[in-house]
């Protein structure tokens, strides 16, 4: 992995967008600057989200995908790094392909919503990468490889390349965060590819 820093490319903000999911904000020098994560929680009988940013112990519940991608959007803001391109995971027809579709449906709403508010200008560009394009760019790891062999080869891939992850808290290192880590540096990767192939153009 050859990440540069940039002060011409935008920040990323990678997404792994299950029900349970994480979102990881790299700046233009590529530094880990905000980590959020959610899961499905409960709260007087209603049904919503729990999220929190790590570095912070305190946790929010909040009712829906919407109030999710709203908070999402302003943890984002707070950094203060400018616009930043997003990179979400895309969802794919796996096995059983009623998830597929709830799956995708979610991703939806929370990447639609984020949309709405990035007119305000914060969200330059929007890209929804498949998990296997991601996971043999950024970490290296081949698409036949077994899914819990993938989470073990990712979680170790950021340990070694991240360490500072360690300074949020040992739940930072969880498969979802790794995954958006992972997702953020596709990005990275992206950008460097059109820059890279921008400059050959001007030579």
Not at 34 to 46: S, T, Y
Not at 148 to 158: G, P, T, Y
Request: glycine fraction near 10%; proline fraction near 3%; aromatic fraction near 6%.
């Amino acid at each position: 992995m050859n990440v540069r820093s940039s002060e011409s490319q935008n920040p990323v903000l990678g997404i792994d967008p299950g029900r349970r999911g994480a979102a990881v904000l790299l700046d233009r020098q590529r530094r880990i600057v905000m980590v959020a994560i959610w899961k499905p929680a409960q709260r007087k009988g209603r049904s919503g989200f729990l999220f929190r940013v790590l570095g912070n112990d305190d946790s929010v519940w909040l009712p829906d995908v919407g109030h999710l991608s709203a908070s999402l959007v302003a943890e984002t803001r707070r950094v203060g790094v400018g616009s930043v391109d997003l990179f979400v995971e895309d969802s794919y027809v796996g096995r059983n392909a009623r998830t597929s579709i709830a799956g995708a449906r979610w991703s939806g709403m929370l990447v639609g919503a984020m949309q709405v508010s990035g007119r305000a200008g914060w969200l330059a560009s929007v890209r929804f990468v498949l998990p296997d394009r991601w996971r043999i760019v950024a970490v290296g790891v081949a698409p036949a490889t077994k899914r819990a062999e993938v989470k073990r080869l990712v979680i170790e891939w950021v340990r070694r390349c991240y360490p500072s992850l360690s300074l949020f808290s040992d739940e930072s290192l969880s498969d979802h965060v790794a995954d958006a880590v992972g997702i953020a540096v596709f990005g990275v990767l992206d950008q460097q590819r059109g820059e890279d192939s921008h400059a050959a153009e001007s030579d």
